[in-house]
Each structure stands twice: as structure tokens, then as C-alpha cells.
């Protein structure tokens, strides 16, 4: 045991006892920290010269690692608050809108995932054309001027389609006024010069089949958006086109809907539930299956 210990240490180390039962529950911050470390230090001075059995030695070996590892701790929060205090000068020396790419670049955060996907490049397939042009609208509504939303456009075509550009483009300046006009000139090349009279032909010919109902109703959707026709045409063009299956359970309907909107609603409960029911007997096909080929192993062994 410890022997002759002074007052000075039995005062310091209550001190200790009390930092750590004031932090049981809540982190000592770096200012408390090194208090503590300091307060550790000092005991140890003291005790360095006092008489001590062997087994001591090695508590106060294991206190003084335990002090190493808190210096690294500790060294560490100091690094930590430095880098957020560069952080913080950025931030108030910079533009509101530069704000989080100050703070991703200082923090090598990377957020390439919240990124607004590229479109797909672009070479001059026409059934292609309104994705593609969709997808870049969005893509460069947040670049900060025309030429940089054309430059952009620029380098998403390739093929017949960069060839219908590629005229236009001079000294890295993109002589167009804008992205709408680098649009309207893949429509002129690529584009159907009658679009609403394919897509009525396609509203007349497209049929679900086996397909589930939101896969037909997006196709529906993409032809209907290209015509001026009214509430009771496409409901009649919706209706023609659902699958046998649909069509006779709705046959059991109390009232059918009457808008293109309750269609759709009426059509995807039902498609759902009757997609279900089949998943549901194939399922129990198979269990069925297994059992009978198991009994039949059994009787063909135990025979």
C-alpha cells in the first residue's frame, strides 16, 4: 500500500473524483480535459518519489498510458476545432449561395450523389429526343449563364447530332442565343416534324398486355401529353387499351369511373390485388409440389 501520503495528494485526488463524477454522463471538453490532465500530472509528480508496493507500479504505469492516450485525444479535439474554425473565417468572408461548397471542399465531403444526373449523350436516335431533351432542360436550369448551359450541351452529343452543332461552336464560344435554341435545332433534325398525329396512331395501337398497369398507363401518358384531347377521349383511348383481365373485373363494379383519374385508381387496386392472388397460387402451387414429391420419395424408400 501507499504510505505515507501526503495531504496535498488525498486534496488532489478528490478533485479528480469529483471531475469525473461531474462527467459521467456528459464528454469533458478539451478545456476540462487538459484541467484533468494537469491535476493527473501533478499527482504523479508527488508520488513519484513516495514508497510504494510492487503491485502500484503497475497501476501507475497503466494511469500514465492512460494519460498518453488522453493526450492524443486531446491533441486531436484541438485539431479538429482549428480546422473548424478555418471553416467558419471561409464562411463569413464568402457569398450565402458558396456556402456548402466551401464547406463539402474544406471538409473533403464529396456529394456527387445528390447531383443532378447527366443525360444520357445524344446521337441522334429520334426516339430518344424528348428524354434527352427533358433530362438537359433540368440539368443545366442551375448553370449560371447561356454559355455555360451551351458548352455544356455541347458535350452531351455525339454523332449526326454533334455534327448539327458542331458549326455553330467557335473559339470555345457557342454561337446560339441559348439552350433553346440548341434544342430547336435537334428538333428541326431529329425531331417528328407531326407529332401529335404519331401520337394519336400510337394512342390507337398501344395495349397492355401482360405488362403490369403503371408500365402501360406511363406509356399512355407519354402519347397523351402530345394531344389537345379531351376528358372523355382519353378515357375512352385508357379504357380500350387495358388488358382482358382488368376489363373483366371491372365488370363487377357498381359503378365505373367516369374520369381518367378514377380510372387509373380503380386500375391499379385491381391490377395489384389480382397480381397478388397469382403470386399467391403459384406459391402455394409449388408447396403443394414439393410436399407431393416428398411424400412420394418417402413411400418410394420406405418400400
Keep these: 500500500m501507499l504510505m505515507n501520503i501526503s495531504a496535498e495528494v488525498i486534496t488532489e485526488a478528490a478533485r479528480l473524483w469529483e471531475m469525473l463524477k461531474t462527467h459521467q454522463k456528459t464528454p469533458m471538453d478539451a478545456t476540462t480535459s487538459a484541467e484533468f490532465l494537469n491535476a ?6 508527488i508520488l513519484k518519489d513516495t514508497p510504494y508496493e510492487d503491485h502500484i507500479i503497475d497501476e501507475l504505469k497503466d494511469l500514465k ?20 474554425r478555418k471553416i467558419q473565417v471561409a464562411l463569413s468572408n464568402a ?16 456529394h456527387h450523389h445528390h447531383r ?5 449523350i445524344f446521337s441522334g436516335e429520334r ?3 424528348r428524354e434527352y431533351v427533358t433530362k438537359l432542360r433540368i440539368k443545366t436550369q442551375s448553370m449560371p449563364d447561356d454559355q455555360a448551359k451551351l458548352r455544356y450541351a455541347i458535350s452531351t452529343v455525339s454523332g449526326l447530332a454533334f455534327d448539327q452543332v458542331a458549326a455553330f461552336v467557335e473559339n470555345n464560344k457557342v454561337k446560339m442565343k441559348d439552350i433553346a ?47 389537345n384531347w379531351n376528358e372523355e377521349a382519353k378515357l375512352a383511348a385508357l379504357r380500350r387499351g387495358l388488358s382482358i383481365e382488368l376489363q373483366q373485373d371491372m365488370i363487377l363494379l357498381i359503378e365505373e369511373p367516369n374520369t381518367v383519374a378514377a380510372l387509373v385508381t380503380t386500375c391499379q387496386r385491381l391490377d395489384q390485388r389480382r397480381r397478388k392472388i397469382q403470386q399467391d397460387w403459384r406459391f402455394q402451387g409449388i408447396r403443394q409440389n414439393t410436399s407431393t414429391a416428398t411424400n412420394n420419395h418417402y413411400h418410394a424408400t420406405a418400400s
Design 40 to 45: 493527473v500530472r501533478k499527482m504523479l509528480n
Design 65 to 84: 498510458a492512460s494519460l498518453i492516450a488522453a493526450d492524443e485525444v486531446i491533441n486531436a479535439m484541438r485539431q479538429e476545432l482549428i480546422e473548424a
Design 95 to 110: 457569398p450565402t449561395q458558396d456556402h456548402d461548397h466551401i464547406h463539402d471542399h474544406l471538409c473533403g465531403h464529396n
Design 116 to 120: 443532378t444526373p447527366d443525360p444520357e
Design 127 to 129: 426516339e430518344k429526343l
Design 181 to 227: 435554341e440548341f434544342v430547336t435545332t435537334l428538333e428541326n433534325a431529329f425531331g417528328d416534324v407531326d407529332r401529335a398525329a404519331t401520337a394519336a396512331s400510337k394512342m390507337s395501337t398501344i395495349r397492355q398486355g401482360n405488362r403490369e398497369f403503371s408500365a402501360y398507363y406511363a406509356e399512355f401518358q407519354r402519347y397523351a401529353a402530345e394531344l
